[in-house]
């Protein structure tokens, strides 16, 4: 009868707290079931006791910045010259070959020098001019090409052509000199030529009178040879002096030798190579022609 009546007294409570909620019976039902279940955790349930989450930092958008790529122009490749031909004669330097290379350009007429043998500005005008007139690449500096070239358009140089015995090219003779024997002596060259029936014999060179005191132009003789002289008026050595017009002379000047062409005679003609003079004194006799002209 106790049971009976503890079951009816519950009933009756479950009765009365549904028109009181609006529950349903059976939501009742599962939460007094749920309140007798015992609690249960999880891997993802936090525990009781466990400290808040912290709240997460507040992430604030940006913009993203737009950089333009950089834009590369296609730069065609560079073209390279080709490398100069190797030089055989170089700018600069000095050799027998510079000697040879410059009486050849000479025997054409584009070096207007004696061959000296150095290889400066005057010489490589010269082998530019003869690069231009011949088709080959202007450089100025003899490559194979160019030095075979003027081999083939020139003979080989004799000695007198390398080693030319004036510093200036001997001027055309005079016709006057081209008959007997004759001092053969121009004032544009600078030189003197000795002449045996039209032939050279000897070369040197010379210098003339100032304006002041000129040497004398014409055609005159040998008159007397002093080998040893002394100017009665200036008191000045004149040696191989050979007289052809009054006090004027072909003779040798220690001054000549060591001034050159700085300086002047009073009217005679100097020589500046002792030897040669002496030699020619040798030779020479009184009434040979003296031929001076321009």
Sequence with gaps: MHRI???GTALATAA???LVTGCKQQDMADAGHARARPE???SHSAPAHAAPAKPRPHRTWHKPTYKPRPTHRAVPPRRTAPPAPAAVIAFGTSSERVRELQARLRALGLFGRNPTGYYGTVTRSSVLAYQRGHGLSATGSVDRRTW???RTATKRPTRDELYPPTTNPLAKPDPRCMTGRALCISKTSRTLAWMVNGKVVSAMDVRFGSQYTPTREGQ???DFKSRDHVSTIYHTPMPYAM???GGQAVHYSADFAARGYSGASHGCVNVRDKAKIAKLFDQVRTG???VVYK
């Design 5 to 7: 009546s503890v079951a």
């Design 16 to 18: 009365v707290a549904t």
């Design 40 to 42: 249960v955790r999880t």
């Design 148 to 150: 075979n070239s003027l």
């Design 220 to 222: 005159f003789q040998v």
């Design 243 to 245: 007289f052809f017009s």
């Design 288 to 290: 040979d022609k003296v």
